[in-house]
């Protein structure tokens, strides 16, 4: 069974830039959520999509939004791009609501 | 909003050591994670517990609801353990997503 998978492993943006991250959970999974993981915060929960609805939002502003797909794959968008957005973004996906959750590798993201 | 709290946050030890990582939080949960995170980021859930103990290996995760507390205990450790170690907690009924602590810095020497 192929694990999380994240896409691109790697980004540089420019500031003001937008930036889109692809991630595709594990078969039959139907959660996926995304974390913002930085040496200053640590990991911080940014929302949780399940059969194609938000669930759960972090306190990240507005620039930050997600969607999930139909065959549950799902992508998030940063747009205006700051400097401080530059971190590991992972996902994880489990098979329901409060279940084991399976992460990717995630995106490094760095903006310039 | 649920506070995790891990200790230590830094942990180096010789190899075959008993190694135990502590992980406490401030309001009532649904279940806790253990995660392992290796140089790179890739992180693997160790376990998912709701209540009681689990064993894997050399690794032994407990919990203890009433007291708001969960240890994660490595037996017999090994240099290949070293990694960041860190709790993660589902409270409200996941509304807010896992909750993380800061991680423990593990390092085993050989």
Redesign the interface.
Known sequence: KAGVTQTPRYLIKTRGQQVTLSCSPISGHRSV?W?Q?TPGQ???????YFSETQ??K?NFPGRFSGRQFSNSRSEMNVSTLELGDSA?Y?C?SSSG??????????T?LTVV | KNEVEQSPQNLTAQEGEFITINCSYSVGI??L?W?QQHP??????LF?LSSGKKKHGRLIATINIQEKHSSLHITASHPRDSAVY?C?A?SG???????????THLIIQP
């Open positions: 959520s974390y993981q640590g990991l911080q929960f940014l929302f949780e669930r759960n972090g590991l992972l994880a609501i409060n279940t084991e959750a399976f992460f990717g590798q995630g490094r | 649904s279940a994670h995660l790179g980021g890739g992180i693997v859930s998912m860190i993660a589902i009924g996941g509304a807010d997503g896992l909750t993380f602590g800061k991680g």
